[in-house]
């Protein structure tokens, strides 16, 4: 059984949050920064399926999500819901997201619709997810030529003193 719906983004803002238990408002924002710490920290490239923390139930209950792009989506189920369901269902979830956006009907041709979800797919997979964004930004610094780094950055109104840094 479905407990909770929870929709979060990067930074932890709700989105969309359906809880199918009672729980207090307190308890329900407990549930919702335990929820975010738990999936915001582990990495794109691990399973989308873990424990459900000790607010929502304990080990009886898992949290099924998926990240794409800014928002998170997570399902939190009892022992009794199948795994890879939940993940189809998140699928489903995902593209209504481009149906509909601030309550305006963006599109209504499948054919679009399917054609924006594998565009978005393809490029998830080419940029390496964003979790391979910092390595790629840590690489791009390593190439710079630059004959030394530099210790104070001017953009108009604005000076920013650079501390000293070690050599990569």
Known sequence: MIKA???FNNHGKPRLIRFYQYFTEDMQQQIIRETFHLVSKRDDNV??????GSLIGGSDYKLIYRHYATLYFVFCVDSSESELGILDLIQVHYILQEVVMGGMVLETNMNEIVAQVEVQNR?????????AAPARA??????MNLPEIPRNINIGDINIKVPSLSPF
């Open 47 to 52: 399973c989308n399926f873990l424990e459900g």
């Open 123 to 131: 490029m998830e997979k080419s940029e390496g997810g964003l979790s």
């Open 5 to 7: 719906i929870l929709i």
């Open 138 to 143: 840590v690489s791009a610094v390593k190439n």
